[in-house]
């Protein structure tokens, strides 16, 4: 499979509307501009005493957070997981913003996403066998199929910010299919259909402390860790210009205007993402939701199992 080509760009020179019309761009270095030197890479080992012990944080702080299933089992893994989420969610919202803050003027308002995405993947056989257990942590532990973002609940105009916490190889990394970039793709729910043109595959690398960005609405899939070493990388998102829902979403996520969180009016905050009709859709879906729930409840199944 090839290499994915790679834009390079400073902050200061990035311009959102390029990635979502298709490019891909790496920042290198970005996430200790965005943080402080070693802030997350510094979290990442807290996480790591918090959920196993000093010793195995000592020695992943040696030999590198690739190493991370040689100290930990599945679901000692699956607990650094959570701590590292844990103890990012409360400042990974002022990483997105200062990331705003540092781009040039970008011609559209920027809204930005509550998401977090601690993204930790090990070599295939450290969770062989527990897919079914780990299966509400796909795309955080265990692989995702070929999807874009927006069938789940993200924005179309939606960008996404893959940072890289260790070492990213091909043989760990994203998986992405350029050529079907806003082709109509066949899908039900968040499944791609087979047998439709998709174009050529490609694979990222990225140096611990890149940020790669790509549209949301990339086709793109976790690579199925066959190497040697446990990659993990953090995500955000931010909308270029109001966010905009595919119309077959299976879900809705607000994205907020950035100029009134921390203001009296921060209520406010995800009022134009409300405004849409993906909302709209994501209302109808949940009294549907409901209604499916309150039927199955006042069914009473008659003796003998008749209807
Ligand atoms: O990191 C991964 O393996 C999946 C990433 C992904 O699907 C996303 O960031 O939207
Ligand atoms: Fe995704």
């Known amino acids: ?10 902050l200061g020179e990035l311009h959102l509307r390029q990635v979502l019309e298709g490019r891909l761009v790496v920042v290198r270095g970005a996430l200790d501009q965005l943080t402080g030197r070693g802030t997350v890479r510094r979290a990442a080992l807290a996480s790591v005493t918090s959920a196993l012990s000093p010793h195995a944080s000592d020695r992943l702080a040696e030999q590198g ?21 844990r103890r990012l969610r409360p400042t990974a919202q002022r990483l997105l913003l200062r990331f705003a803050q540092a781009l040039p003027p970008q011609g559209r308002r920027l809204y930005v996403s509550d998401h977090l995405g601690v993204r930790i993947m ?20 265990l692989p995702s199929q070929a999807h874009t973002d927006s069938w789940f609940n993200t924005a179309v105009n939606s960008v996404n910010l893959w940072m890289a916490l260790s070492r990213v190889r091909r043989d760990n990394g994203l998986t992405l299919w350029p050529q079907a970039y806003r082709r109509p793709l066949r899908h039900e729910g968040v499944r791609l259909l087979p047998d439709q043109p998709i ?29 040697p070493q446990t990659r993990w990388v953090v995500t955000k998102r931010l909308c270029w210009g109001p966010p905009r829902y595919h119309p077959r979403a299976t879900g809705w996520v607000p994205y907020l205007d950035p100029r009134l969180l921390d203001t009296p009016l921060h209520a406010l905050a995800p009022l134009r993402s409300a405004l849409t009709l993906g909302r709209l859709r994501q209302l109808a879906r949940d009294r549907d939701r409901l209604l499916t729930r309150l039927r199955r409840s006042v069914t009473v199944p008659l003796p003998g199992g008749r209807r």
């Open 1 to 10: 499979m090839a290499l994915a080509p790679l834009h390079e760009s400073l």
């Open 65 to 85: 957070l690739e190493h991370l299933h040689r100290v930990a089992g599945a679901e000692q893994i699956r607990a650094v997981r959570d701590e590292l989420d």
């Open 122 to 141: 090990p070599p295939q056989a450290a969770v062989r066998g527990r897919e079914e257990e780990l299966s509400n942590y796909t795309g955080f532990l």
């Open 199 to 227: 174009g050529d595959p490609v694979e990222v690398e990225l140096e611990p402390g890149d940020l790669l960005l790509f549209a949301g609405d990339h086709l793109h899939a976790t690579r199925p860790n066959t190497g």
